[in-house]
């Protein structure tokens, strides 16, 4: 059985080398993370069963969520800290805690991308057993969600049946655990017909069971936005007049059957970015573009004409992304036959 880490958290070591000059400098770029610990254990307990589990952390900070996750049997956990300030209390986790724990210098959102600073999926999973996309989930992706990560996000709900998904999919279902400001936590809880309803409410509900958890006051998040609010500098999940009341946990389950075909994927955030920039219009004004005959293929479907964005549910998106997918397909094959 592997041993318990101590909850006693250095705090103290970087407290003191965190002053405004840092703070303003860093604002921008400044994830958040958890500081106490009985958050963080409530937040573990809600992810599910850890045993044997491999967990990717986005920005562990000071590494209080790390603790949590460690007692929680968890195998092995990759944290991605990119932020120096971190790096004192993060090695001395490390070394308590064996060989459970890979403290990497990288940024959560530069996951296999080609851009300077990214990091390969295969080094985070390397030495972790691949399973079948069928079986229980690998594992998690867990930390404090920014609004930084929204477009990571939509990356991983879209990259799942993607040809050049990144490799983390390849190992088998990696669920997010994630810890939303509450107007992230509200789009991607939000129902067909709400206001709040749109792009990243119905890419989550199309790729993902959305399962959400418990509620964690902002008092347990650092940095404080009211306190960078103060500074002068812009928080990472907005401006003071946005600031987020509560943070949630909420759980997205890859689908073990993927409603959005892999042609489908490589047009559906175009697609849907169409649809829902005019979220209130008729959805077969956007779909004429692309289909001749949008009325006849909704009616086949079953969705009403008069259908919005704003109340186009996951299931029909899926349909109308693949059938789009499979139109486009179509086309380029005519317009190559008449080019040759």
């Known amino acids: 059985m592997a041993q318990k880490i101590a909850q006693v958290l250095p705090l103290s070591i970087v407290a003191a080398n965190i002053t405004s000059k840092v703070i303003l400098n860093q604002a921008r770029k400044l994830d958040q993370c958890i500081i106490k610990y009985e958050a963080a254990e409530e ?51 490390s070394k308590e805690s064996g060989d459970r724990l890979n403290i990497i210098k990288a940024d959560f959102n530069l996951i296999d991308r080609s851009r300077p600073g990214s990091i390969s999926s295969a080094d985070i999973l390397r030495g972790v057993k691949q399973k079948l996309w069928e079986d229980d989930v690998l594992g998690y992706i867990t930390g404090v969600a920014s609004y930084r990560n929204t477009k990571q996000l939509l990356s991983y709900l879209m990259d799942q049946r993607a040809t050049y998904r990144p490799l983390y999919h390849c190992w088998g279902r ?40 418990v509620k964690v006051p902002v008092e347990h998040i650092y940095p404080d936005c009211k306190d960078l609010s103060r500074r002068g500098a812009q928080s990472t999940n907005g401006s003071a007049s946005t600031l987020p009341r509560y943070f949630q946990l909420i759980r997205l389950i890859p689908k073990r059957e993927i409603l959005v075909t892999e042609k489908g994927t490589a047009i559906a955030d175009e697609l849907i970015q169409q649809i829902m920039t005019v979220r209130n219009k008729p959805i077969v004004s956007i779909l004429t573009l692309f289909l001749p005959d949008a009325i006849g293929f909704l009616e086949e479907i079953g969705v009403p004409a008069d259908t919005t964005g704003s109340n186009l549910t996951a299931q029909d998106a899926a349909k109308i992304i693949n059938r789009v997918a499979i139109g486009r397909q179509d086309a380029n094959e005519s317009s190559r036959s008449s080019d040759s």
């Open 43 to 93: 937040i573990v307990r809600n992810i599910g069963d850890l045993k044997d589990k491999f967990v990717l952390e986005a920005n562990p900070g000071f590494g209080v969520l790390t603790r949590a996750l460690l007692n929680s049997g968890a195998t092995r956990i990759v944290a991605l800290e990119p932020r120096p300030i971190f790096s004192k209390p993060l090695e001395e986790l």
């Open 174 to 213: 990696v669920a997010m655990a994630m810890i939303f400001p509450d107007t992230q936590s509200k789009s991607i809880l939000a129902s067909p017909g709400s206001r709040r309803y749109g792009r990243l409410s119905l890419f989550a509900q199309m790729m993902c069971d959305v399962i959400p958890s």
